[in-house]
């Protein structure tokens, strides 16, 4: 096998960054300030409390892909404090799940998908609590037409799954705006954003491959199918590192 090591020990060459065309490193690199900004932006009672009214018994999370996962961190961080049920919707939603006690977070970054906006739709029909979340589309026209209180996310981001770092605090800041026992998450995301930027200063592209955890990584997983196992803790982000590979890498994982 150590032709496979000394291919991968290409991986110090300078010229190989240019195999991530769409900048892809730096996006995730400012990940730390996204969550930063998106904290700043985001955290904190956003939405009038008299929105929700005098009951929430339960939260539905709408969305797909990269916009879905973060409804999936956003219920990592309050798993233990939140107090009704709590559940991630992809695709198109059972009805069931929807009531006038029902919190509807409807999130899609383009404000244009399809299963989103039947998820809205569906949710107006049954009297949900909705709050909708996107950078515009037609998810922020319907908002409008139906007074439906609308979260606006920055156009400027080149896929959805790179908004993360926004996303996820406009999804807590929905929550503090809804539960008083959730609140002071702007400790968490500095605690987070402290604890990316100790892994980026340990894992930049930079750093020879002896002393690099992902050009080791990179190195193990050539040629072979990997398998991620996770706990339920810190299954998305596992979730997300799968899709990192399948997206971005195009390896099966």
Known sequence: MNWMKEDFEDLDNPATFAVDPSGMYGWIERMCDHLDDGAKKYLGKIIPKKYFGDGINNVVVCGMGGSAISGDFAFSAVREIIPVPFKVVRGYIEPRLLNPETLQIVISYSGNTEETIWCYEQGLSRGAKIVAIASGGELKNLAKRDGTPFVELPD???????ALGMMIPAIL????????????LDELIRDAVDSLKLGLNGFARDLPYDNNFPKKLAHDIHGVFPVVIASDLTLPVATRFQAQLNENSKWPC
């Open 156 to 162: 400027d981001f080149l896929a959805p799954r790179l």
């Open 173 to 184: 800041g929905v929550l503090e705006s809804a539960f008083d026992n959730i609140n002071g």
